[in-house]
């Protein structure tokens, strides 16, 4: 961390900003609370300048959706939170809520006492305030059935010998600890697809302990995250994960710098002299070690294989004036390229199988209007929208897109739920909410649970993981064939 005052750094942020003001137009439409803030703050620069806390506030107001164009503008922000948390500290209140799968193992644990306190107004009002989140934040219910031990009961905890495709389940802590039925539903759709699958052992994937500034334990999560993985990619498994933040965290912020990391341009480096300058075969190269491990790598691996790539991270002077300045640059360059380049998004991954002419397609008719809303974190992979695709697949199925480019839910992760950003949140949200109100579905679909858990504070219709949707549609082509025709069964 560099010897410099965090409100300096927001200072430069602000100038740096000021100075372009590209965003100013291109985010004027959007519901992001933090540049218009910004722009604020800069005009008051002749009266006076801000105050330390206005400064704080505005980094605040970041909830990192990712959606803003400036990737250096991001990084800043996040540097000047650490700054600000390592000078300060960190509340004692924002440590509980960052620590999702803490708060999901405490509570899991003795699920029906926290759901009577958490639903009992009196009881939930003490909670609330000691726990620091605001007193009109609804409180999501925890299962009596928590996934681990559904888990543990399939078998998905052990590596097993198998033939086929394989995926090491990367299931995300909303999943895991609050809405158990979309985890059972991802291994459901997976194992109905022939595909094997097994639950690593795994931590929170970082992402709100990085929006909270928490730097030493978002390293510590990842520590332990990245070499699992490896160990799972190493024995032939796909990353899979049903959670789009670990998606962008695991496939986009961890793998940012890692190219012109001291390790991955060591070997690269290496390759070339060995290919005699030829950077074609450099990349095909690259390419053919990392098909070898399961045969598949996601699309936003290849571009760190294009010849010219490799010719500015290869050789030259260029190469001496790069470095990995990434969030995660403590950690070595190559580990974290390799669990990027073979980690998926569910509905990514059901996609391939479909490209490629194996998924199942023995879809029951499915009668329904739903709004799906493709969040924020999956925008920033750049695949599309692989789940609205699926979707369409299904008879019976209406099925409409909400929320344009900027939309946003508002939640960011915990931080709507602190007391000081709930109202900071709704406001976020209201446009998308009003355009789902406007479409009047009978559900709404997201493949974000954080998202699941605004729309179920601002709206009134029921919410489904469009994995949830996929696994209904299997199970009704399964009874459709049970009930057919010389298929009932003796009474």
Not at 249 to 274: D, N, Q
Not at 365 to 385: D, F, M, S, T, V
Not at 441 to 449: A, E, G, I, R, S
Request: aromatic share 8%.
């Amino acid at each position: 961390m560099p010897d410099v005052a965090p409100e300096t750094l927001v200072v430069r942020i602000i100038e740096l900003c000021a100075d372009c003001g590209l965003c100013q137009e291109m985010m004027a439409g959007a519901p992001c609370q933090f540049f218009p803030r910004l722009f604020r703050l800069h005009e008051r620069s002749a009266d006076g300048g801000a105050t330390s806390d206005d400064l704080k506030t505005l980094i605040d107001l970041c909830n990192a959706c990712g959606q803003c164009p400036c990737q250096s503008v991001q990084a800043k922000i996040r540097e000047a939170k650490d700054a600000f948390v390592e000078r300060d500290g960190l509340p004692t209140t924002v440590r509980l809520l960052e620590d999702v799968r803490l708060m999901g193992r405490l509570c899991g644990a003795v699920p029906r006492l926290a759901n009577l306190l958490i639903q009992n107004e009196p009881t939930a009002g003490l909670l609330k305030k000691a726990v620091g989140i605001h007193p009109d934040r609804k409180l999501p219910r925890f299962p009596k059935d928590g996934f681990d031990s559904w888990a543990e009961r399939r078998g998905l905890c052990r590596m097993r010998e198998t033939v086929g495709q394989k995926v090491a389940y990367f299931t995300g802590c909303t999943a895991r600890y609050m809405f158990p039925e979309v985890a059972k539903a991802a291994v459901e759709v997976l194992e109905h697809n022939g595909i094997s699958v097994y639950l690593p052992d795994q931590r929170c994937c970082g992402m709100p302990t990085m929006l909270e500034g928490h730097r030493a334990f978002t390293f510590e999560l990842a520590g332990f995250n990245v070499p699992e993985l490896l160990r799972c990619i190493e024995a032939g498994y796909d990353i899979v994960t049903s959670c789009p933040t670990c998606g962008y965290m695991l496939k986009s912020v961890l793998r940012l710098g890692a190219p012109f990391s001291k390790e991955y341009r060591a070997r690269v480096t290496e390759m070339v002299a060995e290919a005699g300058g030829d950077l074609t075969a450099v990349g095909e190269r690259l390419e053919r070690e990392e098909m070898a491990f399961s045969g598949r790598a996601n699309a936003e691996s290849a571009w760190g294989r294009q010849p010219w790539f490799l010719a500015y991270i290869g050789g030259g002077r260029i190469r001496d004036m790069v470095c990995d300045d990434g969030y995660f640059a403590a950690l070595d360059g190559r580990d974290r390229i390799r669990v990027a380049s073979h980690t998926f998004e569910l509905g990514e991954y059901l996609r391939l199988l479909r490209d490629a002419g194996t998924l199942n397609r023995d879809f029951g008719p499915l009668p329904a209007r739903l709004a799906y809303y493709p969040p924020c974190h999956l925008k920033e992979q750049n695949i599309g929208q692989p789940w609205a695709e699926l979707l369409a697949l299904l008879p019976g199925t209406r099925m409409e897109t909400v929320g344009g480019v900027y939309d946003c839910c508002g939640l960011g992760g915990v931080m709507g739920f602190k007391k000081d950003f709930h109202r900071v949140s709704l406001a976020m949200g209201r446009r998308l909410m009003a355009k789902i109100k406007a479409s009047d579905p009978d559900k709404v679909v997201t493949d974000c649970l954080s998202c699941r858990l605004q729309f179920n504070q601002m709206l009134a219709y029921p919410v489904a993981h469009p994995v949830e949707i996929l696994w209904e549609s299997y199970r009704s082509g399964i009874e459709s064939v049970k009930a057919a025709p010389g298929n009932a069964q003796p009474a």
